[in-house]
């Protein structure tokens, strides 16, 4: 039984790192307020604390990364001449406010605005009042460490593999590794090292320290060691700091093995986790690319193409039976899944996950068959899909 599921956790980011730290495991530094933190003289980083997010959606609210250069920028920051993305230039403003004397209630307010799209968005299918959302939204202050960001989860079908994406701490759009492991040996790595901030040897070399380190942490006793979360932290120097635990879905090893190959019109995913029994199972999968059809969450819902609706399907990761994923080759998987939140719910929260490419045979033109077949009839548009995994491989067909 995980603890901390009967607990209140009003700032669970917060309040596991430092049962994680008691138990001996590193964590980086923390502040009691943006004023400590800045005080301090070092980088940090913001991070929203909520009491949803230690079983709930993931990436909701921004974190905001204090660095030396956006220090020595905010002060004299100018809209008229600054450069970079919104998010960048917002940031920087909320920074030059604060460091002109504004106060953390101001500052953590004017960040909190820069997700107020998708707290409005979580909010209206939550049924929650905004008010009372925000009423329990803080933030913590965590040293920001340099080295690799690290998430690695255990695999729940099949028992001694891991999945773990790295990113480096600068740069993480073009230096980042998603490796498999199994039986403490890189099974796959796909990623990029554009920038040379990435070493790919190190992180095969380190391979058995990273699952280590995970079993290390998910068998302490306020967890559930049956449980496959993803456990964020911070590579530093061959040291793991813990940043995160965030639960995904008990262990449910697969019962056989898929040995025969394609048959007629079946596809073969590029990408499984889950598994499913021998028989397999058929799940009416939903497509649809409008946006009228994400207005309200479904109790259950046997199978979805991921729609890109971020608030929206990551809310539905958990309540899936099947995530079917539409990418066309490993190397696109491991950019998304190490960079953004929501690709690694749709990989290790459903109970089983997809990957297929819509370009071969039965999955051709689909995606513009549904949304013509949705308009014409006013009806979410669904085609029944056999799906047979057993964790390693996955056959997938449409039933004509």
Not at 24 to 43: I, K, N
Not at 299 to 319: F, K, P, Q
Not at 323 to 334: D, T
Request: a negative charge; aromatic letters at 10%; one cysteine or more.
């Amino acid at each position: 039984m995980d603890s901390f599921l009967t607990i209140p956790l009003p700032q669970p980011k917060l309040m596991v790192a430092d049962y994680v730290e008691s138990e001996g495991q590193p964590v980086p530094e923390h502040c009691d307020s943006c004023d400590d933190a800045l005080a301090s003289g070092d980088p940090f980083i913001v991070r929203s604390e909520h009491p949803q997010e230690y079983a709930g959606a993931s990436g909701l609210l921004t974190s905001f990364k204090v660095t030396a250069e956006r220090l020595e920028a905010a002060p004299s920051y100018d809209d008229a001449t600054g450069r970079g993305s919104a998010l960048d230039r917002a940031l920087l403003r909320i920074l030059q406010k604060k460091l002109a004397g504004g106060s953390d209630k101001e500052f953590e307010s004017n960040l909190t605005e820069l997700s107020g799209d998708r707290i409005d968005q979580y909010c209206r299918l939550m049924n929650v009042r905004r008010d009372d959302f925000l009423k329990d939204l803080s933030y913590s202050y965590w040293k920001l460490l340099g080295g690799y960001n690290q998430s690695i989860i255990a695999d729940n079908a099949v028992p001694g593999r891991y999945h773990v994406f790295t990113t480096a701490a600068k740069a993480p759009s073009v230096n980042y590794n998603y490796c498999m492991i199994e039986g403490a040996r890189v099974i796959l790595s796909k990623g990029s090292n554009l920038g040379g901030l990435l070493d790919e040897d190190a992180i095969i070399k380190g391979a058995a320290t990273f699952v280590d380190y995970y079993e290390s942490v998910r068998w302490l006793k306020k967890f559930d060691p049956s449980h496959c979360p993803i456990i964020e932290c911070q590579w530093v120097d061959g040291v793991h700091y813990f940043l995160q635990y965030h639960r995904t879905r008990d262990a449910e090893p697969a019962r056989f093995k898929l040995t025969e190959g394609r048959k007629g019109d079946e596809v073969e995913a590029l990408f499984v986790r889950g598994a499913t029994p021998p028989e397999g199972i058929v799940v009416n999968a939903a497509i649809s690319t409008d946006s009228q059809w994400r207005t309200k969450l479904f109790e259950y819902e046997e199978a979805s193409y991921n729609w890109g609706e971020e608030v929206y399907d990551e809310l539905m990761t958990r309540r899936r039976c099947v995530q079917l994923m539409n990418k066309s080759c490993l190397e696109v998987l491991a950019y998304n899944a190490c960079v953004g939140h929501l690709p690694r719910s749709f990989m290790f929260k459903p109970r089983i996950s997809v990957v297929t490419n819509f370009s071969d045979e039965s999955f051709r033109g689909l995606s513009r068959q549904a949304a013509e077949e949705t308009r014409r009839t006013g009806v979410l548009f669904c085609v029944p899909l056999l799906v047979r995994s057993d964790g390693r491989r996955a056959l997938a067909r449409i039933l004509r």
